[in-house]
C-alpha cells in the first residue's frame, strides 16, 4: 500500500526506532504541506493498520509512519517490564525522531487510539514546531476508556460474556476460547468490516501475537481487561494546557465511545469534532473517503 520515499533506522539512546516517511519531507519548513507524524495503537502494535493515511502524501504532504520501540522493526526487549516501557519512554522517543527527521519547526501529529494517549502527552510538552494535532479513535481516560468499554462489553450476548468472565477469573485469558469471545467485541467496536480483514490490520494484530511484551505490559490481555501499568493513565485536568488546533475524530460504533470524545472536546483549548456514521474504532478503513477528507481538510487549515 505504501512505497517509502526513505525509510530507516534511527539511533534513540539503547534501542534503534524503524521509520518510514511517504512522500518528501522539506527540511528547511518551507511553504508546502507540513509534514504529518502518524503515532500507532496499541500499545504494541505496529504502524502497519495506518497505512490508508499515506495517500494524504498525494497532495503533497509528507508522511511519517513508525513502530514504536518494542513493536514490530523496532528493537525488542522482551525481557524488560513497566519500569522500561513508560509514558516517557514513548514522548522522548517521539521527539528524538521528529528531531532526527529535521522537522522540528514545523509538523502535525495523527494519534490513534493509544497513539492519541501519546499525542496529547507530546502537545503537553509545548514543542514549539507542533502546528495542529489530530486525536483519532481515542480518550483523556485511561480508566474512563475501560469503563466504557465494558459498558458495551455487557451488551454482548450473554454466553459470550459469561466466557470472558470465566476465563479472566481463571487466568486462562491466553485461551484460544477467551480469544474468540473477544473476537465478538472487536467486530461489533473495533472493525466492523467483514473477516479477513485488510492484511495490514491482519499486520498489526499479528505483530501483538508473535511479541505480545508491550501490549501485556502495558495493557493487558484485551481491550476491556486493562490491568498493565498504564491504566490509570489519564490527561483531563490537563487539557487546557494543549493550545494547537486538535481535531477530535472517532467512528459512531467505536470502542472509544462518544461519551470519551465529548471529554476531549471539553477539555481542549481549540477543538472541532467529527463522527462517522456506521464505523468504529478503524473507521480509517470503514469510512476511508470520509476519515481521509476530514483530516486533509484540517491539516490544511492549519499549515
Known amino acids: 500500500m505504501a512505497g517509502y520515499t526513505r525509510e530507516g533506522l534511527v539511533d534513540l539512546g539503547g534501542?534503534?526506532?524503524?521509520?518510514?516517511?511517504?512522500?518528501?519531507?522539506?527540511?528547511?519548513?518551507?511553504?508546502?504541506?507540513?509534514?504529518l507524524v502518524v503515532l500507532h495503537g496499541g500499545p504494541g502494535a505496529t504502524h502497519d493498520y495506518l497505512l490508508p493515511l499515506a495517500a494524504l502524501a498525494e497532495s503533497g504532504r509528507a508522511v511519517v509512519f513508525?513502530?514504536?520501540?518494542?513493536?514490530g522493526r523496532s528493537s525488542h526487549f522482551p525481557d524488560r517490564g513497566a519500569e522500561f516501557y513508560t509514558v516517557q519512554l514513548f514522548v522522548a522517543e517521539l521527539a528524538g525522531l521528529v528531531a532526527h527527521l529535521g522537522i522540528s519547526q514545523r509538523y502535525h501529529v495523527l494519534g490513534q487510539s493509544w497513539g492519541g494517549f501519546l499525542a496529547q502527552e507530546h502537545a503537553l510538552t509545548s514543542p514549539p514546531g507542533l502546528s495542529s494535532l489530530v486525536l483519532s479513535n481515542t480518550a483523556a481516560s485511561f480508566p474512563h476508556f475501560v469503563a466504557e468499554c465494558n459498558r458495551l462489553r455487557g451488551e454482548l450476548p450473554p454466553d459470550v460474556e459469561a466466557t470472558l468472565r470465566r476465563h479472566e477469573a481463571a487466568g486462562t485469558t491466553d485461551d484460544p476460547e477467551y480469544a474468540r469471545a473477544c473476537a465478538v467485541f472487536y467486530g461489533r467496536h473495533v472493525c466492523r468490516l467483514?473477516?479477513?480483514w485488510p492484511e495490514p490490520v491482519r499486520a498489526s494484530f499479528g505483530a501483538i501475537e508473535e511479541d505480545p511484551t508491550v501490549y501485556h505490559t502495558t495493557n493487558g490481555p484485551s481491550e476491556f481487561h486493562v490491568v498493565g501499568s498504564f491504566r490509570?493513565?489519564?490527561?483531563?485536568?490537563?487539557?487546557?494546557?494543549?493550545?494547537?488546533?486538535?481535531l477530535v475524530l472517532s467512528g459512531r460504533h467505536d470502542e472509544a465511545t462518544p461519551s470519551l470524545q465529548a471529554e476531549l472536546v471539553a477539555g481542549l483549548a481549540r477543538a472541532e469534532q467529527v463522527v462517522l456514521e456506521g464505523a468504529s474504532h478503524l473507521s480509517m478503513w470503514e469510512q476511508p473517503e470520509a476519515y481521509l477528507?476530514?483530516?486533509?481538510?484540517?491539516?490544511a487549515r492549519h499549515d
Open 232 to 246: 490509570h493513565w489519564e490527561s483531563l485536568g490537563r487539557l487546557p494546557a494543549i493550545g494547537v488546533p486538535t
Open 66 to 71: 513508525y513502530d514504536q520501540v518494542g513493536n
Open 15 to 35: 534501542f534503534r526506532t524503524w521509520y518510514g516517511v511517504v512522500g518528501e519531507l522539506d527540511p528547511g519548513g518551507g511553504g508546502g504541506p507540513a509534514p
Open 194 to 196: 467483514p473477516e479477513p
Open 293 to 299: 477528507g476530514a483530516v486533509s481538510d484540517f491539516l
